[in-house]
């Protein structure tokens, strides 16, 4: 169990939020050589909905993820952020489209030479132009509310891979994005640091208007968090629905198969 306790989140006001289709896919195809990964997808999240991709390995989850941060293009398709297409874009609107979207990995990516605090306050000072007071201001408040605020001058070595992996998602919500793209991120975590993790991302689903899009194997968590849960298989979403209907009354064959294989 982590020792770390974390604060209750009140997100403050910040830029104004879009309401109504934040994310859209369209007829989107992702090949790798001649393996299609991305079958001609099409989804789309609301602003504000907190929506799970599970399926097996290789279904292509983490692709999506990818082309949303733009490090991947697709084949074919459109996929607009808050209205504005990203492929093929002008560089400034991808820029613009990238400061709405934070991303947690797996693997923590923290900068090694840097202290807590200035892993959280880099972003936000260098990109979008914050001073140093206001953005360590923001990163003292978020690192209450993930239970780190006596870490804020160690470096991450110093830490457990559960208090890194919370640094990580401070470090996201420091650059007020409007969705948070999490990608396995207690994939990489020794089990008993999974929880508090977890338990921090449960927090801010419930007490913030951001729009969450998850890809996880913890089932629990996604049938806590989730408002929509999509089943991938072979690069398709061949389900789609809230928790209870995936979770209790799955229609297909083949998320009947993978959740009695995970669960
Ligand atoms: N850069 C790449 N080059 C070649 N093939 C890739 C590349 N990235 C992913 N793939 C392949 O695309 C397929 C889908 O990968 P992806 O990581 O999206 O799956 P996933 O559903 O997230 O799986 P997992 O749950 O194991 O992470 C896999 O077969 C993977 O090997």
Do not use: W, Y
Not at 201 to 206: E, G, H, P, W, Y
Not at 208 to 224: K, Q
Not at 239 to 244: K, L, M, R, T, V
């Amino acid at each position: 169990m982590s020792t770390d306790t974390h604060a209750p989140f009140e997100e403050k006001p910040g830029t104004p939020r879009s309401t109504g289709e934040l994310i859209r896919l369209e007829r989107v195809t992702k090949r790798f050589g001649d393996h299609t990964v991305l079958d001609n997808l099409d989804f789309s999240v609301d602003a504000g909905k907190h929506v799970t991709l599970i399926g097996p390995s290789g279904s292509g989850k983490t692709t999506i993820l990818r082309l949303l941060m733009t490090l991947l293009k697709p084949d074919e398709g459109v996929i607009t952020v808050d209205g504005q297409q990203l492929f093929p874009a002008p560089e400034k609107q991808v820029r613009e489209v990238r400061k709405k979207i934070g991303m947690v990995f797996q693997q923590f990516n923290l900068f090694p030479n840097m202290t807590v605090l200035r892993n959280i306050t880099e972003a936000p000072v260098t990109v979008l132009g914050m001073s140093k007071d206001e953005a360590e201001e923001r990163a003292r408040e978020l690192l209450e509310m993930v239970g780190l605020t006596d870490h804020l001058d160690k470096h991450p070595a110093q830490l457990s891979g559960g208090q890194q992996q919370r640094v990580a998602i401070a470090r996201a919500l420091a650059m007020r994005p409007q969705v948070l793209l999490l990608d396995e991120v207690t994939s990489a975590l020794d089990p008993e640091l999974v929880a508090g993790v977890l338990d921090v991302l449960r927090d801010i689903a419930r007490s913030t208007d951001i729009t969450m899009l998850c890809v996880t194997h913890e089932m629990n968590f996604a049938r806590d968090i989730s408002d929509q849960v999509l089943m991938f298989d072979s690069g398709r979403v061949i389900e789609a629905g809230s928790p209870e209907k995936i979770f209790n009354e799955p229609e297909h064959d083949r998320t009947r198969e993978f959740l009695s294989a995970v669960l």
